[in-house]
């Protein structure tokens, strides 16, 4: 174990904790906990949202949260979960990122995403992607093949090809949903965003790591880009204090550094994770602009938003495992 956390153990584990040693595998009675959230954007609107669709969208956040947690459970790396429960999320059509992605003014999808290591710090992001299949993979190997943090449009689309990250012609991102949102949007010039994804993970070494993705906006100007691959607007993790993923307007999320917002209430101020997340997306944030879901070192889960519904999922060591949708 890279990392021994005494002060946040529960007095069992506490007691188990072979601090420093990282040799011997952890037996039962020795695992720390793990917790899981997923997100699956927060501009859902009750009118606008079919049964059908709903249950669809939460079948799909079942899914995912099960792949998640299997993985946490069986010891598997905070990030390559929150890499893994995406990249699933990426490749569903029903929500706005990777193959379900928005369109832009022109009728094209730009793609951003990031992710980000609580043990280090280190982060990767990937902006205005317009043939990566899975642009949080991209966002990893930004972070562990470059020295760079964030790497937008063409120069993005050929590192994906460079490093082997699979790319694909860009009609892979039509979904006849998202022309007609388009359609919708052009006719009324409002614009519409929603089913961003996003996870937070606490592993069993005590590792927090964050990842976000999303088309962006329908009808954003072209090379418009978000929150979701800002670090410290949509997406933040660090061991000291939580992991954070956003979903909402992405321009106030970049205008108040919510993420980071968050992790410093709890840094500095000494607030729950629950306290801070509430405080941002309720006091600083405007009614309507998003929510986040956010995990702390000690596997404490916030999802809090100011919008009709966020998709949400979370799951965690004690057995818990929920969606929901609404308030
Ligand atoms: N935050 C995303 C963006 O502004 C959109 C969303 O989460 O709905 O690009």
Known sequence: MPQCRLAVLAPLVVLACACGSGSAPPTESTRLPWALAIHGGAGVVRSEVTAEHERSARA???RVLDVG??????GADSLDVVEAVVRELEDDPLFNAGRGAVFNASGESELDASIMD????????????RTVRNPVSLARRVMERTPHVLIAGTGADRLAAELGVETVDPGWFFTERRWQALERFRARARAQGGGTVGAVALDRRG??????STGGTTGKLPGRVGDSPIVGAGTWADNATCAVSGTGRGEEF???AVAHSIAVRIELGG???ERAAEDVVRGTLQPGDGGVIAIDRNGRIAMVFNTEGMYRGA???SGRSEVAVWE
């Not at 280190?122 to 902006?127: H, L, P, Q, S, T």
């Open 254 to 256: 970049i205008r108040h």
């Open 118 to 129: 609580g043990r280090t710090r280190a982060c990767g992001a990937v902006a205005a992607v």
């Open 60 to 62: 799909s956040l079942e």
């Open 315 to 317: 799951a965690d060591a």
């Open 207 to 212: 590792n927090l790591a964050a990842a976000t």
């Open 271 to 273: 607030a729950s994770v």
């Open 69 to 74: 947690a299997r993985m946490l459970d069986g």
